[in-house]
Nanobody, 122 residues
Framework: QVQLVESGGRLVQAGGSLRLSCAAS????????MGWFRQAPGKEREFVSG????????YHADAVKGRFTISRDNAKNTVYLQMNSLNPEDTAVYYC???????????????WGQGTLVTVSL
C-alpha cells in the first residue's frame, strides 16, 4: 500500500511557476507509475502528467505539454510537477496518484493523495 501527500500549491500570478511535490510512504514506490491529475471547480478530474517507475518516460496532456514537467526521485520517494507559464485555466486542486501500470485514466490509479490547491490569478 502507498500513502501519498501533496504539497506546494498556492496562489500565483499568471505567467508564474510552481513546483508541486508528492511524498510517498512505503518501500515499493519505485515500482509504481505515478501521475498527476487536477480538478477545477465545476469540472471533471483530468489527467495532467504521468511518469514511468524508473523515471525514464514522462508524458503529458496536450493542455500542459511544453509548460509542465513531471519528474521523480525514487531515493526520496517523491514525484514532482514543475509548472511554468501558468494561466488561470490551470487553477485546480492537483492530485498525485500511483498505478501498477502506465496510463492516463483515473480508474487505472489505485492510490491517491488528498490534493493541493493551485490558484492562478490574472
Amino acid at each position: 500500500q502507498v500513502q501519498l501527500v501533496e504539497s506546494g500549491g498556492r496562489l500565483v500570478q499568471a505567467g508564474g511557476s510552481l513546483r508541486l511535490s508528492c511524498a510517498a510512504s512505503g518501500r515499493t514506490f519505485s515500482r509504481y507509475t505515478m501521475g498527476w491529475f487536477r480538478q477545477a471547480p465545476g469540472k471533471e478530474r483530468e489527467f495532467v502528467s504521468g511518469i514511468s517507475p524508473s523515471g525514464d518516460n514522462g508524458y503529458h496532456a496536450d493542455a500542459v505539454k511544453g509548460r509542465f514537467t513531471i519528474s521523480r526521485d525514487n531515493a526520496k520517494n517523491t514525484v514532482y510537477l514543475q509548472m511554468n507559464s501558468l494561466n488561470p485555466e490551470d487553477t485546480a486542486v492537483y492530485y498525485c496518484a500511483a498505478s501498477n501500470k502506465a496510463g492516463s485514466e483515473g480508474y487505472e490509479y489505485h492510490y491517491w493523495g488528498q490534493g493541493t490547491l493551485v490558484t492562478v490569478s490574472l
